[in-house]
């Protein structure tokens, strides 16, 4: 099957700071991913849509410069969560969709996010 | 707009014995696509079984199985002869049908299934 990967899977930072998170289709083409964000115990919220050379949908509510989104090739997108806040602690999850073919969606491991 | 109603927060069930999680929806359009997944405490996001709005035949994948009824708009998964690795959160979804187009999925609030040995 199609493997979604995330890294890091695991970060601490300090407020303020920013990070990068990177979503990669290993063996398939993507030309959409979507970012989701998940609070503990509650469910997946859609945070944007990253098209390959466009970009980002963001979802209603969803700072755009906050979240900074990227999807610079057919495998990888990023999500940079800019002077982060001890609020931006949480789960983040990325999806990506195959190229052509089949639209099936895949998702990656996720990214734990801690903000000190 | 898009609406995912999963009313069940949490569900204990014995091992063997067979479980339904409830979903039911809210869409205007005719074409969708129903999915679950199952979400173990490594936070992975594991697909179980998809539902098209115009298949006529309930999905069955192994021992899960969506009862769906159009009309009533529910989709409810069905694990048939439960173990103990059942054990995770469940998330009844909906977006566009699988092959169509890149869409975004909408997720219910999820349903945290216990099993006791």
């Known amino acids: 099957g199609a493997v979604v990967s995330q890294h890091p899977s695991r970060v601490i930072c300090k407020s303020g700071t920013s990070v990068k998170i990177e979503c990669r289709s290993l063996d398939f083409q993507a030309t959409t991913m979507f970012w989701y964000r998940q609070f503990p115990k509650k469910s997946l919220m859609l945070m944007a849509t990253s098209n390959e050379g466009s970009k980002a949908t963001y979802e209603q509510g969803v700072e755009k410069d906050k979240f900074l989104i990227n999807h610079a090739s057919l495998t990888l997108s990023t999500l940079t969560v800019t002077s982060a806040h001890p609020e931006d602690s949480s789960f983040y999850i990325c999806s990506a969709h195959r190229l052509a073919g089949s639209y099936e969606q895949y998702f990656g491991p996720g990214t734990r996010l801690t903000v000190t | 707009a898009q609406k995912i109603t999963q009313t069940q927060p949490g569900m204990f069930v014995q091992e063997k014995e067979a479980v339904t999680l409830d979903c039911t929806y809210d869409t205007s359009d005719q074409s969708y696509g129903l999915f679950w997944y199952k979400q173990p405490s490594s936070g992975e996001m594991i697909f179980l079984i998809y539902?098209?709005?115009?298949?006529?035949q309930n999905a069955t994948e192994g021992r899960y199985s969506l009862n769906f009824q159009k009309a009533r708009k529910s989709a409810n998964l069905v694990i048939s002869a439960s173990q103990l690795g059942d054990s995770a959160m469940y998330f009844c979804?909906?977006?566009?049908?699988?092959?169509?187009?890149?869409?975004?999925?909408?997720f219910g609030s999820g349903t945290r299934l216990s099993i006791r040995p």
């Open positions: 539902q098209g709005s115009y298949d006529e």
């Open positions: 979804a909906m977006s566009k049908p699988r092959y169509s187009s890149a869409s975004k999925i909408i």
